[in-house]
């Protein structure tokens, strides 16, 4: 009876885990092997997949659409990661440090209230506002001489002004990551630190910033996935326009397998963007695992 006890209680984790794990099996894992196998054929979807080898891989690196997109997607991370992280870690030491005060508990609320708004409701809002058709929106920006409707309608401002949307709407977000990150740091270092004559920036880089390297880590990690992936905030905010210039990767094979009926050909797409994030995630796991004096 004892023994019978014994291995129901073993079991029982493994019952637990069941139901997410066959989950996970069929609707992620069997995704990634379903979308690796199609994008080795030719595929519009309506018609039965035909083997066509590497044919798709070949095309995507004479694709002037495919490079347009590439580019796009690395200049969008290079614009969103370090201003998500230098804002980041700036926001969150001032909700830090008055987080007993009412200004910052308010702030707290502030700051996190875009992260609730879903990515499609935030494209659509701000793409309201800069159409130039709110007179409000439209007076504030006559008086720095810019023209609203220009920063979506202007290939050369649509991609800088996508990527400032995203560091607001995912700011609280990383805010929550950098702010446990500071109230992990025990207060004892920065006692002794007064003690010695440390003013607060010299705190801030000698104490905070090295003690904060693991949260950081993950953070700009993170952030260059959710990069990467970033999908309904730009399709509803400029669709990839004006002239492909807000078109990233993501974007690019949506509108191939939807708008363009080469569902191979989009899935191809999809496999490098998913190497790519493979390959971030083991660099994290990587850095992750190394001791923080060596970083």
């Known amino acids: 009876m004892e023994k019978?006890?014994?291995g129901i209680k073993n079991i029982a984790p493994y019952a637990y885990i069941t139901p997410i794990t066959l989950i996970l099996?069929?609707?992620v894992i069997g995704s990634v092997i379903i979308s690796v196998v199609l994008g080795f054929t030719k595929y519009n979807i309506m018609t039965e997949p035909v083997f066509s080898g590497l044919d798709n891989y070949r095309r995507l690196f004479a694709d002037s659409k495919f490079i347009k997109a590439l580019k796009n997607t690395l200049e969008l991370i290079v614009i969103i990661v370090p201003l998500q992280t230098v804002s980041g870690i700036l926001v969150s030491s001032f909700l830090v440090a008055n987080r007993k005060k009412v200004l910052g508990k308010l702030a707290n609320c502030i700051v996190f209230i875009p992260v609730l708004c879903a990515d499609a409701v935030a494209g659509v809002v701000w793409r309201e506002f800069l159409n130039g058709k709110l007179p409000v929106v439209e007076n504030f920006f006559e008086l720095f001489g810019i023209e609203p409707s220009m920063l979506l309608g202007d290939?050369?401002?649509a991609l800088i002004v996508v990527g400032l949307v995203a560091v607001w709407k995912y700011m609280g977000y990383y805010v929550v990551i950098y702010s446990s990150g500071l109230l992990s740091i025990s207060d004892t270092y920065f006692e002794a630190a007064k003690v010695d004559?440390?003013?607060r920036i010299r705190c801030f880089f000698s104490i905070t910033l090295p003690m904060l390297k693991p949260t950081i880590i993950l953070a700009v990690f993170l952030s260059?996935?959710?990069s990467l992936r970033c999908f309904d905030l730009?399709?509803?905010l400029t669709g990839g326009g004006p002239n492909n210039a807000t078109t990233t990767l993501v974007l690019y094979a949506y509108s191939s397998c939807f708008g363009s009926s080469k569902a191979g050909y989009a899935m191809a797409i999809s496999n490098m963007l998913f190497l790519v994030v493979l390959v971030?995630?083991?660099m994290q796991r990587t850095l992750m695992r190394r001791d923080v004096s060596e970083l």
């Open 197 to 199: 004559g440390a003013g």
């Open 224 to 226: 260059l996935t959710n």
């Open 4 to 6: 019978r006890k014994t």
């Open 25 to 27: 099996v069929t609707f």
């Open 280 to 282: 971030i995630a083991l």
């Open 155 to 157: 290939a050369k401002r």
């Open 234 to 236: 730009i399709f509803n």
